[in-house]
């Protein structure tokens, strides 16, 4: 991380980031599906980078992600549907109610470690989609609410996919921006090692419970304005987009992206996004060659292929953290 | 509340409390010999359900045979898992070993879809007996079959562990993995056997419970966790405990359907997991039925 303070690469970064979104609907603008699965890439991309400050980077095994984004999107929808909400303030309330419901979960659920912790979130997971499914005068049940209007700033309706897609990735920007600095601040640092042990961490000061909650909190933000930003942008929504599969995604996504980088999330967001037109024809086989990958990326790159690539360009040495946890049995 | 249906909600609960117990069962096993918490648990019973089911309806296979391949098919993934992704990944840490054992689980998922398609499969009744009345509840040979088969599997099971060379070698594995591999017990045929057990016993469960209650492709997720529930329950090193644990499930989530709601009997069985892992992780009956 010492190349941070050589001052040009500070502004290049974000600035090539903003520019390739800017470019990205230009190039690609010629095919047909291009801005629909950019606009998809980039709230896939949201969601992980939400749950890589807490799996990737913190080690904590969380399966509630999809909660959190049905949170947000029940939030945002019903908010702007039922009352009538402007739907940016809506999407707002959608990050803060998820925030909140995260933040009051944590405190009793994150002191459970790895698969205590994973079996209860998946829990909590099921109990969010049962309760959606069941109480049908409010949320329409297994059916849903259809009709969600799209989000506007003043008289700019962001009714088209390419609008919808300067929305999406400006925030998802914004959201990168925020967790690569906490990534590269005290608070990352602290993550990563209680990561490897708790209470090595906790001895060096680190104050485990409080950067769990907090960083659980941060993801369950980001989840929440990304399930706003998905419901708005299909105009429905269904308890389906929320299933404990949908959390289990967002794990495969990073483990095989790369767990503890931002890049990661956005190649395993890419990936899953494209897979199914690479397969066209064979959609099906999708789900089985996405779990394959998985257990292989697990198995043989622990930081995924942002991991092969680093390695490939030596850019500097990995980020050790959780991802390459190390070897424990004799 | 007649004491008819009072009886009819325990046989039911009884019922799926076996089906829990041979997951929580499963879950103990593997647990003891590799340390291993499998996430793909509950898709044994998918798989056994699932192939006897497939086997008696396309290919008029009778019963009996078509669930002992169901079993049989169970422990083929369970050697697969096994000998393929567990053995060589003991040595990837805890982290990574869960995230192996949840992406066979997706993969168990995805390949049943493909092959069975999202609908349920049912399966006639083994024996096709009339049910028992008691005292105005019915009981169904299908259901005094799983819960008896539960109770006896557990004894032979016991009895393998305490009695035969085998058993004995899984107890020593399950104490000190690297005393039992210098004590010339060969410790991965062991874990091997472990993964085989486990899943052969959910593949059991799912045979059985076919009868009564269709097995589609997408059951194991929450058969993973209703089991895994279970075996918090008890206990998750200790196979009486398991077993216990998993009647235990069966009944509170039987009368919280009966006397607090029946759209959320599963959600109450799944916040109880929650509540007994922030109250008491290591299980309730643990201090009672601590293995000597």
Redesign the interface.
Known sequence: MADMSSQPRKWLAPALCGLIVVLAPLLGGGYPNFINMAILVGIYYSVCIGLSLIFGIG?Q?SLAQAAFYGIGGYTSALLSVKLGVPVLIAMLAAGIVSGIAAWILAT??L??R???L???T???G??FV??VR?NRELTGGSTGIVNLPAPAIGSFVFDTPFRYYFLVWALALAATWIARNIIRSRIGLGLRALADSELGASSCGVDVARYKSWMFTIGAVFAGIGGALYVHYLSFISPDSFS??FS?LM??IL?IGGRDSLLGAFLGAVIVTILPFILSGYE??G??I???F??AS??FM?SGIAGVLRNLMELGKPIDG?AT?????? | MSSATLLQFLFSGLTNGALYAFVALGFAITYSSSGVVNFSQGQSVMVGGIVAASLNTDFSVPVLPAMLLGVAAAAIVGLITGRFLILPLLRIGEFNLILVTLGVGVVCEAAAILIWGTDPWALPSLLSLSPLRISGASLSVDSLTIIGMTIMTLVAFEAFMRFTRWGRAMRATSIDRTVASSLGINVRLTIMLSFIISAAFGGLAGALLTPLVATGAQVGLMMTMKGFTAAVLGGISSPVGAVAGGFLLGLIEAFAGAFVSSTYQNSIGLAVLIVLLMVRPEGLFTFALRKA
């Open positions: 080690g095994l009793p659920i002191r459970l790895t698969v205590y994973a079996m209860a998946l829990a909590f099921e109990i049962t309760i069941e404990v599969q289990i794990i495969m483990a099906a086989y789900p089985l996405f779990g394959i998985f257990i697990v198995r622990p959780a946890q190390k070897v424990t049995e004799p």
